[in-house]
């Protein structure tokens, strides 16, 4: 898959604005919204629920949400974020006692599923699932906090992920989350990933326009 797609974290946007910097970032050139849902407990911060993104589905937003569910348990809180509006739904495999039936519950739902590997978390979870799903996302930092440094040995690891999707099933996606900016982009992208989580960066830019086209070019490059 060489389709790659731009999706900025609103952990990271004006949350007393939030409509309207969605609107300014999808303008701008995002492809998806990535939702960072943490619950205080399978990671030390807390966030956001499905009433925010029902609210921007409410305001008008149309792009395609992406909801990473850093939470545990994660299923009873699957159906809110489908009713919700999210598209995709991806979640951690230490944070429910059946992967295959948290899956299952997604999609009965609507819902694209993925699953999610933290830094240490072996990608041999992957071998009895990848099939079932339509996106795998690799933590390029441990998860809890934006602003952190992207972990140099996930480059290894979108190489090895890429190489397992490649043989069962290409249109899955490949999304790193992490630390990504202009710096690496790039190396990212040419290791195999065709989805990208950027939050600081582009958030936290004086002009979002021309952060997702460097970016781009950055990734058109590699």
Do not use: W
């Amino acid at each position: 898959m060489n389709n790659y797609i731009i999706a900025p974290s609103i952990l990271s946007a004006d949350f007393a604005n939030l409509g309207e910097d969605v609107t300014r970032v999808i303008d701008a050139g995002a492809d998806f919204i990535h939702f960072d849902v943490m619950d205080n407990h399978y990671v030390p911060n807390l966030t956001v629920g499905p009433m925010v993104c029902k609210s921007l589905r409410d305001y008008g937003i149309e792009s395609t949400i992406d909801v990473h569910l850093m939470i545990s348990p994660v299923d009873e809180i699957i159906p809110d974020f489908a009713k919700a509006g999210a598209n995709y739904i991806t979640f951690h495999p230490e944070a429910t006692k059946h992967v295959d039936r948290t899956i299952k519950l997604i999609k009965d739902y609507g819902c694209m599923p993925g699953v999610v590997l933290n830094p240490a978390t072996n990608v041999s979870v992957l071998e009895y699932c990848l099939e079932q799903i339509d996106m795998v996302l690799l933590m390029s930092v441990n998860p809890g906090f934006a602003g952190q440094k992207f972990i140099e040995s996930t480059f290894d690891k979108i190489e090895e992920v890429r190489e397992m999707i490649d043989s069962v099933n290409p249109s899955i996606r490949l999304e790193v989350d992490g630390g990504i900016n202009l710096d690496n982009i790039g190396k990212a992208a040419k290791s195999g990933a065709d989805t990208f989580v950027a939050g600081s960066a582009i958030f936290n830019s004086k002009n979002y326009k021309q952060t997702i086209s460097q970016m781009r070019e950055i990734i058109s490059k590699s």
